[in-house]
């Protein structure tokens, strides 16, 4: 499977990873995936409705909490109220602009 690797595409070059979904798949929420990638990291990918792949964070973990707020769309706190507050909700806007430039790479 290809995923659109987003750091090094524009709507000239488009660089892709090549993982196999099933196999490296450790987590999902309806469109959404964490993958195993190399030396312990995670791509957090999202599946186009036309069946292409697009990489919107590089994770050193598995952050469930993270995936199912951007497959949802429900943002986590914003303010320090709770430890990870303000690092937790600015890392889901990173996500969701990431998906937005994405997806005008591949549909411009």
Do not use: Q
Request: proline share 3%; with cysteine.
């Amino acid at each position: 499977m290809k995923i659109l690797n987003t750091w090094k595409s524009d709507k000239v070059k488009k660089e892709y990873y090549n993982l196999n979904l099933h196999t490296a798949r450790e987590y999902s929420n309806g469109r959404y995936h964490i993958v195993s990638h190399v030396g312990g990291a995670y791509l957090y990918i999202y599946e186009t409705e036309n069946d292409g792949y697009i990489a919107f964070n590089c994770l050193g973990g598995i952050n469930k909490d993270h995936l199912d707020s951007v497959a949802t769309k429900n943002a986590p706190c914003r303010y320090m109220t709770v430890p990870t507050g303000t690092a937790d909700y600015y890392l889901y806007e990173r996500a969701l602009e990431t998906i937005e430039r994405a997806l005008k790479i591949i549909n411009p």
